[in-house]
């Protein structure tokens, strides 16, 4: 088993920035995927950013690629999400994931309460 939990939501104005993390208890987190989602008030939820095991393989949602970056530390059991450049549609809630398999998909296996984040216009 695997516990996740997200950190760094908030309100922010339009153009800033915020970073948030997933700090992961459990066994193994260095063997799993790691990908982050998030969800709008009566949409989806989406596919954010994802980043393999090994770090060598990350993916984008179309939306945020060039504003968001994916890290992620094992050695401190944490993924982070940078956010740069946010705009109003960035609104919702956020969730990491881990899974044993990188993909855009829900196809994750652990799943993060979520965090919140508001960009003001």
């Known amino acids: 088993q695997v516990q996740l939990v997200e950190f760094g939501g908030g309100l922010v104005q339009a153009g800033g920035s915020l970073r948030l993390s997933c700090v992961a208890s459990?066994?193994?987190?260095?063997?799993?995927?790691m990908g982050w989602f998030r969800q709008a008030p009566g949409k989806e939820r989406e596919f954010v950013a994802a980043?393999?095991?090994?770090?060598?393989?990350?993916y984008y949602g179309d939306s945020v690629e060039g504003r968001f970056t994916i890290s992620r530390d094992n050695a401190k059991n944490t993924v982070y999400l940078q956010m740069n450049s946010l705009k109003p549609e960035d609104t919702g809630v956020y969730y990491c994931a881990a899974g044993a398999t990188l993909t855009r998909g829900e196809d994750y296996d652990y799943w993060g309460q979520g965090t919140q984040v508001t960009v003001s216009s």
């Open positions: 980043k393999s095991w090994s770090g060598g393989f990350i």
């Open positions: 459990g066994r193994s987190f260095s063997a799993y995927a």
